[in-house]
Nanobody, 124 residues
Framework: VQLVESGGGSVQAGGSPRLSCAAS????????MGWFRQAPGKEREAVAT????????NYAGSVKGRFTISQDNTKNTVYLQMNSLKPEDTAMYYC??????????????????WGQGTQVTVSS
């Protein structure tokens, strides 16, 4: 299984980058995939998850209304559209996927597969 993220970088506050996560070697349908982030000195936290079977989504309170997770089933790809970025959104962002369970959680330990991460740095 390989998860490859792209789309990070340095942006100004208020910017709207989109992260992509392309999954290969993974039975994409009917699984939970998510975006997590980790800032220096902080624990990894769930940002958004999506159950690909129904496209049902869940968001952390800190990003709700600003970030949108979506999927493209034809490309086995999950996206994270980030709007109205704030300096506190600065972190390494990771794509993750659960191996078997057909439901979503927000615990990093429940996810078996991880991408290499993409850095998002927001300047004020």
């Amino acid at each position: 299984v390989q998860l490859v993220e792209s789309g990070g970088g340095s942006v100004q506050a208020g910017g709207s980058p989109r992260l992509s996560c392309a999954a290969s070697g993974y039975a994409y349908s009917g699984k939970c995939m998510g975006w997590f982030r980790q800032a220096p000195g902080k624990e990894r936290e769930a940002v958004a998850t999506i159950y690909t079977g129904l496209a049902s989504t869940n968001y952390a309170g800190s990003v709700k209304g600003r970030f949108t997770i979506s999927q493209d089933n034809t490309k086995n790809t999950v996206y994270l559209q980030m709007n109205s970025l704030k300096p506190e959104d600065t972190a390494m962002y990771y794509c993750a996927a659960r191996r078997r369970a057909a439901y979503c959680t927000t615990k990093p330990s429940d996810f078996s597969y991880w991408g290499q991460g993409t850095q998002v740095t927001v300047s004020s």
